[in-house]
């Protein structure tokens, strides 16, 4: 599969050369996959978003020094990565930052644990126990219905 740069090398001219819309389009093209690839990091939606703006900002500024013989998509990647680690060795540091990311990764560790559950309890043969639940849930939407 061809890389990025590769497959858009006049983007990344004109980018280099200074063009919004080329930053525009790099912006588009790699925001959902940097999104993923630091939120794997940091568990922390916030922060994700905070080292993701820093990246396309230090993109920017240094795009006069970007070599096109480079790969794009590891030289973007490397930057990621460098401000991710920058970014919470800097948290560490920081006792309310520290505090956000732990709260995330507590968050993120409860809803995997949600998940397997439903998961187990879906793939069960336990239709006594699935039924009686059930008719719980529906029970509990007819005492709200009869309240509105």
Known sequence: MKKFGQQHPAIITSFIKGDQEAFRFVFNFFYKKLYGFVYKITKSGYSTQEIIQEVFIKLWSIRASIEMSESFDAFLYTITRNLTYNFLRDASKKESLKK?????????????ENIFQSAVFTTSNDS???TYLLMEKLSFYKQNARKK
């Open 100 to 112: 956000e990311l732990w709260e995330a990764i507590k968050m993120e560790q409860y809803h995997t």
């Open 128 to 130: 006594n126990r699935m």
